[in-house]
């Protein structure tokens, strides 16, 4: 059974940084998808980013050229590196994982493992 412990949350002003880790056990198949989602007040949980067994990243247009996506090799840990923060990032943030499949699924349902989330807030 995967397991998936996220860290490296907290606040941060308006354009600052903050890096995300997701430390992960448990990996039985070759191929899968791992991604960042997140969900703020009153929102529904949304993609941020993913990566899959191939190394493939996929980014939300809100995202894009600001955070990075990415994984070691042993695939112990998944990061996100999140550069010019903005307060609309802020937002509880969370690992998942998607395993057995050579792809990466766009919506949440379709990743059967998740961490317990790590709140990220961006002040202005």
């Known amino acids: 059974q995967v397991q998936l412990v996220e860290s490296g949350g907290g606040s941060v002003q308006a354009g600052g940084s903050l890096r995300l880790s997701c430390a992960g056990s448990?990996?039985?198949?070759?191929?899968?998808?791992m991604g960042w989602f997140r969900q703020g007040p009153g929102k529904e949980r949304e993609g941020v980013a993913t990566?899959?067994?191939?190394?493939?990243?996929e980014y939300a247009d809100s995202v894009k050229g600001r955070f990075t996506i990415s994984q070691d090799n042993g695939r112990n840990t998944l990061s996100l590196q999140m550069n010019s923060l903005k307060p609309e990032d802020t937002a509880k943030y969370y690992c998942?994982?998607?395993?057995?499949?050579?792809?990466?699924?766009?919506?949440?349902?379709?990743?059967?493992?998740w961490g317990q989330g790590t709140q990220v807030t961006v002040s202005s």
């Open positions: 448990g990996y039985t198949y070759r191929n899968y998808c």
């Open positions: 990566i899959d067994s191939h190394g493939r990243t």
């Open positions: 998942a994982a998607a395993m057995g499949i050579s792809w990466c699924p766009s919506r949440p349902l379709d990743f059967g493992s």
